[in-house]
C-alpha cells in the first residue's frame, strides 16, 4: 500500500490484481516523507531507489499502542509495528486519523473473481513439487484459498474507495487516476510477479461446483462491478 501525502493519495492494495505492479509503478511518485510498504526482493528490484519508507514505528512510538498488527514474528528480534501491504481500509482510517483518509484520494484494483481464484490457485502453488488440481484446491482447509479484497476497500460493506480500477480495462482506469492526480503517466506500466501461469482462459479450471463456491465467496464484489463467469 502506498499513502502519498506530496499527491494527497493512498491506494489500497488488493491481492491477485497487479497490486506489486502498481506499487512499482506509483512509489516514483512519492517523496520522502510519504508511506510505502515492502515488496518481495525480486519485486523491489524494478523500483530502484523507489522503495519502501516511512512504514514502520519502533514500539515506543506505537501511536495506537495494543490496536496495531504487528509484524515481530516475521522479524525475529525486531520489535516494530506499523503499515502492511495489504492492509484493510478500517485500520488503515484508524492509523492515519480522519483528517487524512477523509481529504486523500484513495483508489484500489478488483479482477474478475473466477480469474482472481485461478491467479491466486497458480501463485499459492507455485513452489510445489506436485501441484493439486484446482478443485482439491479450492477444498483446502488452508484459509488462504480465500481472498478478502472486498474488504480491502471498503468499511462496513460499504465501498470508500473514490475509485477501483477493473483490472480488465486497466489502461483507461490508470488514464483517470493519472488524470485525477495531475500526475504525468509513464510510458509502460512495470510487471511484477509474473511467469507463474501459462494459460489465460481461466473458465477451463472450473466445475459447476467450484464455479458456485466463487460465485458465492465473492457476491459483494460480483455485485458491486457486474462480474460474470
Given at each position: 500500500m502506498i499513502v502519498s501525502h506530496r499527491h494527497r493519495f493512498i491506494f489500497l492494495k488488493t491481492y491477485k490484481t497487479a497490486g506489486s505492479s502498481m506499487e512499482v509503478l506509483f512509489s516514483r511518485y512519492c517523496g520522502p516523507q510519504d508511506i510505502v510498504t515492502p515488496l518481495m526482493p525480486e519485486d523491489e528490484a524494478l523500483r530502484s531507489d523507489h522503495g519502501p519508507r516511512n512504514y514502520k514505528w519502533p514500539w515506543w512510538q506505537w501511536p495506537l499502542r495494543g490496536k496495531i498488527k504487528s509484524l515481530k514474528g516475521k522479524n525475529p528480534g525486531v520489535r516494530w509495528t506499523g503499515?502492511?501491504?495489504?492492509?484493510?481500509?478500517?485500520?488503515?482510517?484508524?492509523?492515519?486519523?480522519?483528517?487524512?483518509?477523509?481529504?486523500?484520494?484513495?483508489?484500489?484494483i478488483e479482477r474478475n473473481p473466477w480469474d482472481r481464484q485461478v491467479?491466486?490457485?497458480?501463485?499459492?502453488?507455485?513452489?510445489?513439487?506436485?501441484?493439486?488440481s484446482f478443485?482439491?484446491?479450492?477444498?483446502?482447509?488452508?484459509?488462504?484459498?480465500?481472498?478478502?479484497?472486498?474488504?480491502?476497500?471498503?468499511?462496513?460493506?460499504?465501498?470508500?474507495?473514490?475509485?477501483?480500477?477493473?483490472?480488465?480495462?486497466?489502461?483507461?482506469?490508470?488514464?483517470?487516476?493519472?488524470?485525477?492526480?495531475?500526475?504525468?503517466?509513464?510510458?509502460?506500466?512495470?510487471?511484477?510477479?509474473?511467469?507463474?501461469?501459462?494459460?489465460?482462459?481461466?473458465?477451463?479450471?472450473?466445475?459447476?461446483?467450484?464455479?458456485?463456491?466463487?460465485?458465492?465467496?465473492?457476491?459483494?464484489?460480483?455485485?458491486?462491478?457486474?462480474?460474470?463467469?
Amino acid at each position: 500500500m502506498i499513502v502519498s501525502h506530496r499527491h494527497r493519495f493512498i491506494f489500497l492494495k488488493t491481492y491477485k490484481t497487479a497490486g506489486s505492479s502498481m506499487e512499482v509503478l506509483f512509489s516514483r511518485y512519492c517523496g520522502p516523507q510519504d508511506i510505502v510498504t515492502p515488496l518481495m526482493p525480486e519485486d523491489e528490484a524494478l523500483r530502484s531507489d523507489h522503495g519502501p519508507r516511512n512504514y514502520k514505528w519502533p514500539w515506543w512510538q506505537w501511536p495506537l499502542r495494543g490496536k496495531i498488527k504487528s509484524l515481530k514474528g516475521k522479524n525475529p528480534g525486531v520489535r516494530w509495528t506499523g503499515y502492511y501491504a495489504h492492509m484493510p481500509a478500517r485500520p488503515m482510517r484508524r492509523y492515519l486519523g480522519r483528517q487524512i483518509w477523509d481529504s486523500y484520494f484513495k483508489f484500489s484494483i478488483e479482477r474478475n473473481p473466477w480469474d482472481r481464484q485461478v491467479s491466486i490457485y497458480f501463485w499459492r502453488t507455485r513452489n510445489l513439487a506436485e501441484r493439486p488440481s484446482f478443485t482439491e484446491y479450492m477444498h483446502s482447509e488452508d484459509r488462504r484459498v480465500r481472498l478478502r479484497n472486498f474488504d480491502i476497500y471498503s468499511i462496513d460493506n460499504r465501498i470508500v474507495a473514490d475509485d477501483v480500477i477493473l483490472y480488465h480495462d486497466m489502461q483507461a482506469g490508470l488514464d483517470r487516476i493519472f488524470d485525477r492526480l495531475g500526475l504525468e503517466p509513464p510510458d509502460a506500466i512495470p510487471g511484477a510477479k509474473t511467469g507463474h501461469r501459462a494459460e489465460r482462459d481461466y473458465r477451463q479450471h472450473f466445475t459447476d461446483e467450484t464455479r458456485e463456491m466463487v460465485a458465492k465467496w465473492y457476491k459483494r464484489e460480483i455485485e458491486a462491478f457486474g462480474f460474470e463467469f
